[in-house]
């Protein structure tokens, strides 16, 4: 059964960095590209980057790119969002979307 499952999130203060991951199985995970999405209470969910199943062609919103990095492991069928100076705008819950699989996403707070 394909799963997607995303973990790292959770309350960090401004200024903070956070590095969230997805696993992904059941999927042939290197032939399939991937997706990082945020909801923010009361917002649509967003894109916020993407990556193709090489991990040679990547794309991040021009809103987070100075601070949101995805890489991926194929090995591992394992995509990261490295997020570095959180801020506040920052909070909701992020999804990982892995060919037409979704996970249950990851919480992120950002407060003081």
């Known amino acids: 059964q394909a799963q997607v499952v995303e973990s790292g999130g959770g309350l960090v203060q401004p200024g903070g960095s956070l590095r969230l991951s997805c696993v992904a199985s059941g999927f042939t995970f290197d032939t399939l590209g991937l997706g990082w999405y945020r909801q923010a209470p009361g917002k649509e969910r967003e894109l916020l980057a993407t990556?193709?199943?090489?991990?040679?062609?990547?794309y991040t919103s021009d809103s987070v790119r100075e601070r949101f990095t995805v890489s991926r492991d194929n090995p591992k069928s394992t995509t990261y969002l490295q997020i570095k100076d959180l801020k506040p705008e920052d909070t909701g819950v992020y999804y990982c979307g892995v060919g037409l699989g979704w996970g249950q996403g990851t919480q992120v707070t950002v407060s003081s």
């Open positions: 990556m193709n199943r090489s991990g040679g062609d990547t």
